[in-house]
T-cell receptor
Framework: DAGITQSPRHKVTETGTPVTLRCHQT?????MYWYRQDPGHGLRLIHY???????DKGEVSDGYSVSRSKTEDFLLTLESATSSQTSVYFC?????????????FGPGTRLLVL | TQLLEQSPQFLSIQEGENLTVYCNSS?????LQWYRQEPGEGPVLLVT?????EVKKLKRLTFQFGDARKDSSLHITAAQPGDTGLYLC??????????FGAGTRLTVKP
């Protein structure tokens, strides 16, 4: 298994509160990704990173921000959580560039926004 | 509207049966990946197909990429309960974008 951990694994929060999810990897992979998974939509890319302090937006980036100050950590922040952000969030990493490369996924974080 | 349509959405079969699931798009893929996801876990890559018409086999699983690179299929022979899971396809496009389908949820009953 790729060394990817996500924390927390489960979180319940209230609308309007900030939330930060953490992805930690021990593989020293350059590329890291945040996805959300919702029924009927599959996985949708929120943001990705191609190096320390190098990030870019994905398909559904509104309401989310990210930071990557170290190779091993990629943080996803919901500045003011909304009920529409209730979802399962997955972090992924890849060794090579390009989203066509093999991505290794973490175990996910289940977020409920009340 | 999903860029990639997977069908069927749900499939429940008995152990030993064969099945095929599909991934279709109106767009051309530069490559396509199949993943399997078990409950409470992240997706795990099964295969990547790149060439139109390509067929890859992984034990009892056969993956085919359409000649026009717009569709793909996954065939499982003699399904086992361990094959139960959510099967996702992910298509990569020439602009370096990649999109996932919503998945086929397979249940194999003993």
């Amino acid at each position: 298994d790729a060394g990817i951990t996500q924390s927390p694994r489960h979180k319940v929060t209230e609308t309007g509160t900030p939330v930060t999810l953490r992805c930690h990897q021990t593989e020293n992979h350059r590329y890291m990704y945040w996805y959300r998974q919702d029924p009927g939509h599959g996985l949708r890319l929120i943001h990705y990173s191609y190096g320390v302090k190098d990030t870019d937006k994905g398909e559904v980036s509104d309401g989310y921000s990210v930071s990557r100050s170290k190779t091993e950590d990629f943080l996803l922040t919901l500045e003011s959580a909304t009920s529409s952000q209730t979802s399962v969030y997955f972090c992924a990493i890849s060794f090579a560039g390009g989203r066509q490369e093999t991505q290794y996924f973490g175990p996910g974080t289940r977020l409920l926004v009340l | 509207t999903q860029l990639l349509e997977q069908s069927p959405q749900f499939l429940s079969i008995q152990e030993g049966e064969n099945l095929t699931v599909y991934c279709n798009s109106s767009s051309v893929f530069s490559s396509l990946q199949w993943y399997r996801q078990e409950p409470g876990e992240g997706p795990v890559l099964l295969v990547t197909v790149v060439t139109g018409g390509e067929v890859k086999k992984l034990k009892r699983l056969t993956f085919q990429f359409g000649d026009a690179r717009k569709d793909s299929s996954l065939h499982i022979t003699a399904a086992q309960p361990g094959d139960t899971g959510l099967y996702l396809c992910a298509g990569a496009y020439n602009n370096n974008d990649m999109r996932f389908g919503a998945g086929t949820r397979l249940t194999v009953k003993p």
